[in-house]
Nanobody, 119 residues
Framework: DVQLQASGGGLVQAGGSLRLSCAASGFTFDDYAIGWFRQAPGKEPEGVSCTHSGDGSTFYADSVKGRFTISSDIGKNTVYLQMNSLKPEDTAVYLC????????????WGQGTQVTVSS
């Protein structure tokens, strides 16, 4: 049973940093891509970043390139999202998700963690 647990959200001032964690269980880490998504009130969900731990490949949305860094700790089955230079527009509920590397469908979702950036 694939399970994901997101944590690390909070309230931070603009320009500050937060690190989100997504702890995964119930599947072989190397077989999956792990992604971070966010949804702000009244807006469509947005893909933020994803990684394939097996080959180390990463993807970033243009809106976070150069500010956010995704990384994996395979031993801990955990994916991190280091968020620097945060902006008020980064305020959202952040969720992590998993999909088989061979698939385009995100099939497992963790609960969200709130990130609030004050100006």
């Amino acid at each position: 049973d694939v399970q994901l647990q997101a944590s690390g959200g909070g309230l931070v001032q603009a320009g500050g940093s937060l690190r989100l964690s997504c702890a995964a269980s119930g599947f072989t880490f190397d077989d999956y891509a792990i992604g971070w998504f966010r949804q702000a009130p009244g807006k469509e969900p947005e893909g933020v970043s994803c990684t394939h731990s097996g080959d180390g490949s990463t993807f970033y949305a243009d809106s976070v390139k150069g500010r956010f860094t995704i990384s994996s700790d395979i031993g801990k089955n955990t994916v991190y999202l280091q968020m620097n230079s945060l902006k008020p527009e980064d305020t959202a509920v952040y969720l992590c998700a998993a999909r088989l590397r061979s698939s385009s469908e995100w099939t497992a979702w963790g609960q969200g963690t709130q990130v609030t950036v004050s100006s």
